[in-house]
């Protein structure tokens, strides 16, 4: 439905139960054009409240909060704010999580950070391949998307030297870019006792069948975790909607030091407290584990241009969706 037959619906609807019909329906075309805070959403159940009573005039619509409501709509600062529509009902309940302001995608800074170095490569893969290669090529795509609808400003961010101490580098140099949103691109493997030998092209190799999936990561130490987690899960609702399914082994003990509590059991998203990159980061972060490549069968799918369309084409979506909250109830204009 287009956004002008969207907001004539609702007024019409509206209509049935207030006589005066042009100033209701004036005031749903204002909720649904502008984000509204938390702390405002309140007065427009005290609107529906007081139709159903015919008793108290509607005048206490045009009051002050409507002043204060205008201007926080159109203040530069960068806060968390949420949707209204006709009641917290009427919308998907993920949709109603903090999410970022409006943003303008030509301004708007992605860092995509290439998970690993080409001196330290991460996992190695059931058929011998280096989990940074893996990294690398997915982040690219994912950028080629981003620029292609209008995020101009998104960073390749490539660090050297060994893991842990990139780790630090690679926060520094976020900050540096002065990123709006980070996102850490990986290639899952699994814990080494759940690894068995093969060889593939007569070389030894080791694979797990056992597990396969995405999985995102947040940390709720990092200062924005609200607004991570808010894009967290529309990643892992957008990769949802493309058929993928997500890792589940990451809550079962068996994984010992690697079991993360699971946030939300419908996209895959996982806390990962400690993690420096999410922890240290300055703007709101996160980690996709995209697949993994331990296993043989996801390998393949994993090294597919079909499956790399797939999840970086959801990532784009998630992130339109995070930088401009409305396009994924209207759709575009």
Same mark, same amino acid.
């Given at each position: 439905?287009?956004?002008?037959?969207?907001?004539?619906?609702? !007024?019409?609807?509206?209509?049935?139960?207030?006589?005066?019909?042009?100033?209701?329906?004036?005031?749903?075309?204002?909720?649904?054009?502008?984000?509204?805070?938390?702390?405002?959403?309140?007065?427009?159940?005290?609107?529906?409240?007081?139709?159903?009573?015919?008793?108290?005039?509607?005048?206490?619509?045009?009051?002050?909060?409507?002043?204060?409501?205008?201007?926080?709509?159109?203040?530069?600062?960068?806060?968390?704010?949420?949707?209204?529509?006709?009641?917290?009902?009427?919308?998907?309940?993920?949709?109603?999580?903090?999410?970022?302001?409006?943003?303008?995608?030509?301004?708007?800074?992605?860092?995509?950070?290439?998970?690993?170095?080409?001196?330290?490569? !991460?996992?190695?893969?059931?058929?011998?391949?280096?989990?940074?290669?893996?990294?690398?090529?997915?982040?690219?795509?994912?950028?080629?998307?981003?620029?292609?609808?209008?995020?101009?400003?998104?960073?390749?961010?490539?660090?050297?030297?060994?893991?842990?101490?990139?780790?630090?580098?690679?926060?520094?140099?976020?900050?540096?870019?002065?990123?709006?949103?980070?996102?850490?691109?990986?290639?899952?493997?699994?814990?080494?006792?759940?690894?068995?030998?093969?060889?593939?092209?007569?070389?030894?190799?080791?694979?797990?069948?056992?597990?396969?999936?995405?999985?995102?990561?947040?940390?709720?130490?990092?200062?924005?975790?609200?607004?991570?987690?808010?894009?967290?899960?529309?990643?892992?609702?957008?990769?949802?909607?493309? +058929?993928?399914?997500?890792?589940?082994?990451?809550?079962?003990?068996?994984?010992?030091?690697?079991?993360?509590?699971?946030?939300?059991?419908?996209?895959?998203?996982?806390?990962?407290?400690?993690?420096?990159?999410?922890?240290?980061?300055?703007?709101?972060?996160?980690?996709?584990?995209? +697949?993994?490549?331990?296993?043989?069968?996801?390998?393949?799918?994993?090294?597919?241009?079909?499956?790399?369309?797939?999840?970086?084409?959801?990532?784009?979506?998630?992130?339109?969706?995070?930088?401009?909250?409305?396009?994924?109830?209207?759709?575009?204009?």
């Amino acid at each position: 439905m287009k956004r002008c037959e969207f907001i004539c619906v609702l !007024g019409g609807f509206v209509a049935g139960f207030w006589p005066r019909r042009r100033s209701i329906t004036v005031a749903i075309a204002a909720l649904v054009l502008l984000p509204i805070e938390v702390s405002d959403a309140g007065w427009l159940s005290d609107v529906f409240k007081s139709s159903s009573k015919h008793t108290k005039s509607p005048k206490h619509v045009t009051s002050a909060k409507r002043v204060t409501l205008a201007r926080r709509a159109t203040s530069p600062k960068p806060h968390a704010v949420r949707l209204a529509a006709l009641g917290a009902g009427a919308l998907n309940p993920s949709a109603l999580k903090p999410v970022a302001t409006m943003c303008d995608p030509s301004k708007f800074r992605v860092v995509l950070d290439v998970g690993h170095t080409a001196e330290s490569e !991460g996992a190695i893969s059931a058929r011998n391949v280096a989990e940074f290669v893996f990294n690398l090529r997915l982040a690219q795509r994912i950028e080629e998307k981003l620029k292609a609808e209008g995020f101009a400003e998104t960073r390749l961010l490539l660090t050297e030297g060994k893991a842990r101490p990139s780790l630090v580098k690679r926060v520094a140099a976020a900050s540096n870019l002065r990123a709006d949103l980070f996102l850490s691109i990986h290639h899952d493997s699994v814990p080494n006792k759940f690894l068995e030998d093969w060889e593939f092209e007569g070389k030894k190799s080791h694979f797990s069948d056992r597990f396969s999936g995405y999985s995102v990561f947040v940390s709720r130490n990092n200062p924005d975790f609200k607004t991570s987690l808010s894009f967290a899960e529309l990643v892992g609702k957008e990769l949802k909607a493309q +058929g993928l399914l997500y890792a589940q082994q990451y809550t079962r003990p068996v994984m010992g030091r690697y079991q993360h509590p699971l946030l939300n059991k419908e996209t895959g998203v996982y806390s990962y407290d400690q993690l420096v990159v999410l922890r240290k980061a300055r703007m709101p972060a996160i980690l996709l584990e995209a +697949g993994s490549i331990i296993n043989r069968d996801e390998e393949l799918k994993m090294d597919s241009p079909e499956r790399q369309n797939i999840i970086s084409s959801g990532v784009t979506a998630a992130v339109k969706e995070f930088c401009e909250p409305r396009w994924a109830i209207l759709g575009p204009l």
